[in-house]
């Protein structure tokens, strides 16, 4: 047997991603990490180039991947427990550090109980095949991000039993709940906390009192779920997301320990009993290895680092470095998306200038994302940056004046 005919079916497919302009490109491979120094911050090297690059494009915002700390407290479980679980969840894959990092973010979200997946995405969809049946409705904002809409597809409900609300539309999100059939016995409404390409966040206090004002309509109520990934440990006072800054208590909050944390994994915090479900019915959790000893241990870390004096000193930082930089733009008379968030979008809205605004902070040394259509709508090309806390006033002044003079 051969693929050579799979190969050829393959290969025009790819094709036509490439004349959609939704191929992905070649995949950078950084080969050094060089730490602080002086008024410059990290600095990045790239195989094949001799440039050392700022990372404008990371969503590590807490700057606690190369945190000492965590590499130690990874180092230490490696030693002690090995590389790897060796084994499922159910069958003596649960070590001490997972049950240890469960109870810890459970408490860190207010949350009665948590469990782990290898990332968000999985979270999401375990999450959806864990508390959906024929009479559950699904709702969500139409700039969900991709795992969110892949989860409410594979929880076997029908197409009727969906709705999604115009982004952030709250009198549209009313709509949806209207809508839903008296039939339903639950009706589950999810969203992003933080919009990964805008930098907004979801008024989650608006859209979890709406609900409750449905909430009798149906026998197991209205359930509210974020998606709280870009925001646990970089948004609210304290590091707690999207919800401390809203002063709002979603019921379920899914996250990951692979952005503001520095680590890798996901999480789900709720009930005992929602928890519990996901446990008995979701198959991203019981048929694969679960994280390993040392990213749950630097996840602990990281927790009680985001939940520490010191962790507070790098919010600040995050929030002064993210205020400089939309201070810069603004300065520039560039178009953004106004907020806190250190996701900062520069509105380009041409695809031509995107690329070569791109290609232009490379060559000058600096890694971000350009979006364009069909990511984006065509007239909303957009350029990503992703400030950090290890990004220094030098750094962010250099960036500025970098824009000021691309023509």
């Given at each position: 047997m051969?693929?050579?005919?799979?190969?050829?079916s393959?290969?025009?497919?790819?094709?036509?991603?490439k004349?959609?302009g939704?191929a992905?490109?070649?995949?950078?491979?950084?080969e050094?990490?060089i730490?602080p120094?002086?008024n410059n911050?990290?600095?990045?090297k790239?195989e094949g180039?001799?440039?050392?690059?700022?990372r404008l494009?990371?969503?590590?915002?807490l700057?606690?991947?190369?945190?000492?700390?965590l590499?130690?407290?990874?180092?230490?479980?490696?030693?002690k427990?090995?590389?790897?679980?060796?084994?499922?969840?159910?069958?003596?894959?649960?070590?001490?550090y997972?049950?240890?990092l469960e109870?810890k973010?459970a408490a860190f979200?207010?949350?009665?109980a948590?469990?782990?997946?290898n990332?968000?995405y999985?979270?999401?969809?375990?999450?959806?095949?864990?508390i959906s049946?024929?009479?559950?409705?699904?709702?969500?904002?139409?700039l969900?991000?991709?795992?969110?809409?892949?989860?409410?597809?594979i929880?076997s409900i029908?197409?009727?039993?969906?709705?999604?609300?115009k982004?952030?539309?709250?009198?549209?999100l009313?709509?949806?709940?209207d809508?839903?059939?008296p039939?339903m016995e639950r009706v589950?409404?999810?969203?992003?906390g933080?919009?990964s390409?805008?930098?907004?966040?979801a008024?989650?206090?608006?859209i979890?009192?709406i609900?409750k004002?449905y909430?009798?309509?149906?026998k197991?109520g209205?359930?509210?779920v974020?998606?709280?990934?870009?925001?646990?440990g970089?948004?609210?006072?304290?590091?707690?997301g999207?919800?401390?800054?809203c002063?709002a208590?979603?019921?379920?909050?899914i996250g990951?320990f692979g952005k503001a944390f520095g680590?890798?994994g996901?999480?789900i915090c709720?009930?005992?009993?929602?928890i519990?479900s996901?446990?008995?019915?979701?198959d991203?959790?019981i048929?694969?290895?679960?994280l390993?000893?040392a990213?749950?241990?630097a996840a602990?870390?990281?927790?009680?680092?985001?939940d520490?004096a010191q962790?507070?000193?790098?919010l600040?930082?995050?929030?002064?470095?993210?205020?400089?930089?939309?201070q810069g733009?603004e300065?520039?008379?560039?178009?953004?998306?106004t907020?806190p968030h250190?996701?900062?979008p520069?509105?380009v809205?041409?695809t031509?200038k995107?690329?070569?605004?791109v290609?232009?902070?490379f060559n000058?040394g600096?890694?971000v994302?350009?979006?364009?259509f069909?990511?984006v709508?065509?007239?909303d090309?957009?350029?990503?940056?992703?400030?950090?806390?290890?990004h220094?006033f030098a750094?962010?002044n250099?960036?500025?004046?970098?824009l000021?003079?691309?023509?």
């Amino acid at each position: 047997m051969s693929t050579h005919k799979l190969d050829i079916s393959l290969e025009q497919e790819l094709d036509a991603l490439k004349l959609e302009g939704r191929a992905k490109p070649t995949e950078r491979i950084i080969e050094h990490y060089i730490p602080p120094k002086g008024n410059n911050g990290p600095r990045y090297k790239l195989e094949g180039n001799d440039n050392e690059f700022i990372r404008l494009n990371s969503n590590s915002y807490l700057s606690l991947s190369n945190h000492p700390d965590l590499i130690d407290a990874a180092d230490k479980a490696t030693h002690k427990f090995g590389v790897g679980p060796g084994a499922v969840r159910f069958i003596d894959g649960t070590f001490v550090y997972h049950d240890r990092l469960e109870k810890k973010v459970a408490a860190f979200t207010n949350k009665p109980a948590a469990k782990i997946f290898n990332s968000a995405y999985t979270a999401n969809c375990g999450l959806a095949l864990s508390i959906s049946n024929k009479k559950t409705h699904w709702i969500g904002d139409q700039l969900n991000h991709n795992s969110i809409i892949r989860a409410m597809r594979i929880s076997s409900i029908p197409k009727e039993n969906k709705g999604i609300f115009k982004h952030n539309d709250m009198a549209d999100l009313k709509r949806c709940l209207d809508e839903v059939s008296p039939c339903m016995e639950r009706v589950v409404v999810i969203f992003d906390g933080i919009f990964s390409m805008r930098g907004d966040y979801a008024p989650i206090n608006e859209i979890t009192k709406i609900c409750k004002s449905y909430d009798s309509k149906f026998k197991d109520g209205v359930i509210t779920v974020v998606d709280d990934s870009h925001g646990i440990g970089a948004y609210g006072d304290t590091g707690r997301g999207t919800p401390e800054f809203c002063n709002a208590a979603p019921d379920i909050i899914i996250g990951t320990f692979g952005k503001a944390f520095g680590v890798n994994g996901g999480f789900i915090c709720a009930s005992n009993s929602i928890i519990e479900s996901v446990r008995q019915k979701a198959d991203t959790y019981i048929y694969t290895n679960p994280l390993s000893v040392a990213d749950c241990a630097a996840a602990i870390k990281a927790i009680d680092i985001c939940d520490s004096a010191q962790g507070r000193q790098l919010l600040c930082d995050l929030q002064k470095r993210t205020n400089q930089f939309r201070q810069g733009l603004e300065g520039l008379g560039k178009e953004s998306i106004t907020g806190p968030h250190p996701v900062v979008p520069l509105l380009v809205r041409d695809t031509t200038k995107t690329h070569d605004l791109v290609n232009y902070l490379f060559n000058n040394g600096v890694l971000v994302v350009g979006l364009t259509f069909p990511v984006v709508p065509k007239g909303d090309e957009t350029i990503r940056f992703q400030i950090n806390a290890c990004h220094t006033f030098a750094d962010i002044n250099h960036v500025i004046e970098l824009l000021d003079q691309f023509d």
